[in-house]
């Protein structure tokens, strides 16, 4: 037996070794195949294309899909020739690579652009309760994929969408947490918000656009016009952002990283005087009003000096009864406090610029999971980390944010579904006061004494602008974020006759805290311990049944029609403790407010409730995909309105002609051609829950009642503070929108122009009432504003070369608002003789509103210059000497009044303008550039005026420039110059300004290097946010944020398995 055994054990030894020489021969007969497939027109990376590869020879086949980067890879293929691989993908031609012989031993790639079907008009646009082909729109509606934005790091949500859609304008967030308003078409309200509704994966959208993870989305639909909006009815008025994130799209499981770090710092900086500065700042600002009567009174005692005035130093200290030494002398006449003196005396001086500002650090991860099994499941899960540092010390931000979708199919008629989003963040920090430490601290001012303590008094005891940031900070405690958790879960039934039921049932809750401790140890505060603490829960829900039938009869009449039921609660409980004077300790902070004085304690809540529903339908038509008709109309109700209006209608109707597709059309440049018309009514209810409703709050103080026994109680009182208004209802915004979409040269280039008119009545607005009413306002319906524009939006695939590729997008708009109708009250209009001859509606002088003009008119005096030596008989008749503002006296009455001022422009851009350039380099370079201009704003100011009133012997300054006798500009008034009339008047700027956004590069390493670490797909990319901005007369902060504007500097790297 043991003998067979070892018989039989050396046969197989023999057969493994003979066969060696067959396998290596086998490996060695192998090849590897990878490639990328992108869209022929957008140049982005297609996933889930079918790829397929047969073998006439050897009947070899197998198929694989494209990853979320367009990339593909067959391993060990046969060696030989008779390849052919397929590419196919819904909504693109399928295309047939043919003839390729793959050698033994070498790697072979492809690289494949898939031409749209019909080209961009058959992309699916999500049009809010459903989704169409961009064909069959009759709405204005631009669409921004986020495929190729990806590589620029974007912070957050309103980065991806500052990528240059026509009238859509999102502005700069400065802080570490990022952000920034929307406005879509200019603004409509003037007492209710103006900012656009978020729909997010088909779900009117209740949180703040911080909680979704831009990581997470995949395209964007913004809807325009009135007829596009008009399914969200009473939502709407101000447009509709649609966000539809990613779901699974390979067959295999696909995992993919993200990270990006970067620094936040400064991009336009405002220098502050350092201490030579300081000095000659304050000499020639005092100087401005003494020069003449004491020369050289605040210049340094010099030689120097007192030979330039001709006086002596006995002269020089004769000025005052100032006793010390000469220097010091100086010093107390610039106003100089102790510590400061003696820190001069000393050399120690301070940066509270730099001290204030640091290079923030900016952290971003993020790594999902998704894949799908056919039709039968589909998934896709994300967890993000995020960590910024603003460029102001003590800026910070911090949020996890995760989610997950899920949708599975239950059986041939029924799938199900959950959308998860969750966010912790945490929105409180102890940033520094910056503008209080660089302007009300001087140089000479040290955060630390002496003993490297920090300082709460840097410029001295006896003085309250001093400010230390630093110091204050080491005795607070602050705890304050949110917890957030959005669900969407969704059933969808196949019916009969291609009719589908869907059921969304979307629960939001959120958590809201604010914690907050200053210590009793810090010696300068003395109420021996203060807390506030804060709590807010939120609970928000709402259901949206949906039927929709799609059916197309005859081949070339399709008919969709959808309708809607949808009900909507929101409900959320509030608490605020303050407490004081804690005893014996505060040391638990706001973790014990048992411990405080309860005299000294208070404690508020406020509940509230609303309630919405709402009906809709819509009708869409098409005959041939040549002439298409929609027809909506939705009723709302919301709580919040009044009694007499508690629902309102709100129709829509639009028209399509694809008149390119005309057989009399044979202008063969024009591949595309699509004429839209438009008419829609939407509405804003953007006001408090009871705006409507009276209000009863208690009244300060007690009074005493007296029982028949003599007994006296202290009693509170309770009294209407707001009076009710049973007939509010919602501001209503109609719209006319004709729009054009065309596409040349087979499309290859495209684009769209859309013009507008949007009437907005019944604002929602407080009304003054006379005092004897007992109420000073009342929320009600008045005023009219009109909003029109134009919108322009070009692609162009400018270059397609083989290893090079160009490809531009351009975006023009303007809006013009007017004012036609406020309060609907008149006065008379006189002639120079006093005879009323007619009437004209009131102003609001106090909000600066006015008919017939811009809602952000400049109303204010016209700035001529400033007053010079050879004016100064002139300048002294309105009381003022050179240096001072010269400011037009329209009437010559010698006096400035209302009647003296003039429209001098608006501080609304009159058009902005978008520019971005793609470029694709060697395959696998990729770089972008994005610039944006706002252009013809103004903006008021009256910092030219050099006037620090009773505080000038306090502060530091930024670096200015004056008028002085040799420097006597006309733009720039003297130091501390004289109020004119007991008037401010402001110097209106121009603000136009360019701004070079984005600057982003990357990198993917070779598919199959990247397939060697066991990855299809790595790539590396850099980038530059907020490059540079020009703005020709803006001399202050950013011309577009007026304040503190960060430039952020990212790297980053992306890995998918």
Excluded at 162 to 171: D, I, K, M, N, T
Excluded at 660 to 677: Q, V
Aim: hydrophobic share 35%; with cysteine.
């Amino acid at each position: 037996m043991k003998k067979w055994n070892s018989t039989y054990a050396l046969l197989c030894v023999a057969v493994i070794f003979s066969l060696i020489p067959s396998l290596l021969q086998a490996q060695n007969n192998r090849s590897d195949v990878s490639g990328i497939v992108k869209s022929e027109e957008t140049k982005e990376p297609l996933w889930g294309v079918s790829v397929t590869v047969k073998n006439a020879t050897n009947s070899f086949t197998a198929s694989v899909q494209t990853d979320s980067t367009g990339l593909f890879a067959f391993n060990r293929l046969p060696a030989g020739p008779g390849y052919t691989f397929t590419f196919s993908f819904i909504g693109f031609e399928s295309q047939t690579l043919s003839g390729y012989n793959l050698k033994a031993g070498a790697d072979f790639s492809l690289r494949v652009d898939l031409k749209n079907s019909e080209q961009k008009m058959n992309e699916v646009v999500v049009v809010g309760y459903g989704s169409m082909q961009k064909k069959d729109l009759t709405g204005a509606i631009s669409q921004v994929k986020t495929a190729r934005l990806e590589k620029e790091s974007p912070r957050n949500v309103e980065d991806l969408l500052r990528s240059g859609v026509p009238g859509l304008y999102v502005a700069q967030g400065t802080s570490a947490k990022g952000g920034g308003d929307m406005l879509v078409r200019g603004q409509r309200s003037l007492g209710a918000k103006n900012d656009p509704l978020i729909v997010l994966d088909g779900v009117i959208f209740f949180g703040e656009l911080s909680e979704i993870n831009p990581q997470d989305i995949e395209h964007f639909d913004i809807l325009k016009d009135a007829s596009a909006a008009a399914i969200y009815g009473a939502k709407s008025a101000n447009g509709v952002v649609i966000i539809t994130t990613k779901k699974g799209a390979s067959d295999k499981p696909t995992i993919r990283f993200d990270a990006n770090t970067g620094i936040a710092t400064h991009g336009k900086k405002r220098e502050v005087y350092d201490a030579d500065g300081y000095l000659k700042f304050r000499t020639d600002m005092f100087n401005s009003n003494t020069r003449w009567e004491t020369p050289a009174k605040y210049e340094k005692p010099t030689q120097e000096t007192f030979s330039k005035y001709g006086i002596t130093l006995d002269d020089w200290l004769a000025y005052d009864a100032l006793s010390g030494s000469p220097e010091e002398i100086w010093l107390l006449r610039l106003g100089l406090f102790e510590k400061e003196r003696r820190n001069y005396a000393k050399g120690r001086t301070y940066d509270w610029f730099n001290g204030s500002f640091q290079n923030g650090l900016q952290q971003n991860y993020n790594v999902s999971l998704s894949g799908r099994n056919k039709d039968v499941l589909n998934y896709y899960v994300s967890f993000g980390y995020l960590n910024n540092e603003g460029i102001i010390v003590g800026d910070k931000y911090r949020a996890y944010r995760s989610n997950i979708k899920i949708d599975g199919k239950i059986n041939k008629w029924m799938h199900t579904g959950v959308n998860i989003n969750f966010q912790d963040r945490s929105d409180g920090n102890l940033a520094v006061k910056w503008k209080d430490q660089i302007i009300n601290n001087s140089p000479f001012a040290l955060p630390v004494d002496s003993n490297g303590i920090l300082d709460g008094q840097p410029m001295g005891a006896s003085v309250n602008q001093g400010t230390n940031s630093a110091y204050e900070n080491q005795y607070k405690q602050l705890e304050k974020g949110y917890t957030v958790l959005n669900t969407t879960i969704y059933q969808t039934i196949k019916l009969p006759f291609n009719i589908t039921y869907q059921l969304n049932f979307s629960p939001r809750m959120q958590w809201f805290y604010n914690r907050y401790h200053e210590s009793s140890q810090n010696p300068l505060w003395s109420d021996n311990g203060k807390v506030d603490r804060e709590n807010e829960k939120r609970f928000d829900w709402q259901i949206d049944n949906i039927i929709t039938w799609d059916y197309t009869f005859a081949k070339k009449h399709k008919v969709k029609v959808t309708l809607l039921q949808n009900a909507e609660e929101h409900r959320s409980w509030w608490e605020k403790i303050t407490a004081r004077d804690f005893s014996p300790t505060d040391a638990l902070g706001f973790h014990n407010i048992g411990a405080a004085n309860p005299l000294m304690t208070t404690i508020s809540s406020n509940d509230e409730h609303s309630t919405g529903d709402a009906l809709m339908g819509r009708l869409f038509y098409s005959y041939d995909n040549r002439y298409m008709l929609t027809a909506s109309v939705r009723r709302d109700g919301y709580s919040a309105f009044g009694a007499s209006n508690p629902r309102a209608t709100f129709p829509a109707l639009a028209f399509a002609w694809n008149f390119a597709d005309e057989r009399f059309f044979h202008w063969s440049p024009m591949s595309t051609g699509k004429l839209r018309l438009s008419w829609g009514m939407n509405g804003n209810r953007s006001i408090g829950i009871y705006q409507a409703l009276s209000n009863l709050i208690t009244g300060a103080g007690r009074y005493p009642y007296v029982q028949s026994n003599g007994t006296v109680y202290e009693l509170s009182q309770l009294y209407v503070d707001r009076m009710a208004n049973y007939d509010l209802k919602w501001e209503a915004t109609s719209s006319w929108n004709i729009g054009m979409d065309f596409g040349f040269l087979n499309d290859r280039i495209t684009g769209n122009v859309e013009v507008y008119y949007m009437p907005t009545t019944d604002l929602l607005m407080n009304q003054s009432l006379p005092s004897f009413t007992g109420f000073s306002t009342v929320t009600t319906n008045l005023g009219e504003v009109v909003n029109k524009g134009f919108e322009l939006g070009l692609t162009s695939r400018n270059m397609e070369r083989k290893n090079f590729e160009w490809s531009t997008t351009f975006g023009f708009f303007f809006n013009r608002n007017k004012v036609k109708h406020l309060y609907y009250t008149y006065e008379d209009v006189l002639n120079e003789d006093g005879h009323i001859v007619g009437s004209k509606e009131v102003d609001d002088i106090k909000n600066g509103w006015f008919i017939g003009h811009d809602i952000a008119s400049i109303w204010t005096y016209n700035v001529q210059g400033i007053w010079q030596e050879n004016e100064r008989a002139q300048a002294e008749k309105y009381g003022e000497i050179p240096g001072d503002v010269k400011v037009e006296d329209v009437n010559n009455d010698g006096k400035y009044t209302n009647e003296d001022k003039k429209f001098m422009g608006s501080t609304t851009p009159r058009f902005r303008w978008t520019l971005r350039n793609d470029f694709s380099l060697f395959r696998n370079i990729d770089f972008s550039i994005n610039i944006y201009a706002n252009w013809g704003h103004k903006e008021t100011s009256d910092d030219y005026l050099n006037n620090f009133g009773s505080q000038a012997d306090r502060i530091n300054s930024y670096v200015r420039k004056y008028w002085t006798p040799e420097n006597p500009s006309n733009t720039y008034a003297r130091l501390n110059s004289t109020n004119v009339q007991n008037i401010t008047p402001k110097r209106v700027i121009d603000k136009t300004y360019i701004r070079l956004d984005n600057i982003s590069v990357s990198y993917s390493l070779p598919a199959h290097i990247a397939r060697r670490m066991d990855m299809s797909q790595l790539k590396v990319f850099a980038g530059v946010r907020n490059v540079a901005v020009w703005a020709k007369d803006w001399e202050y902060w950013d011309p577009e944020t007026t304040e503190l504007m960060p430039r952020y500097y990212t790297a980053g790297i992306t890995a998918t398995f």
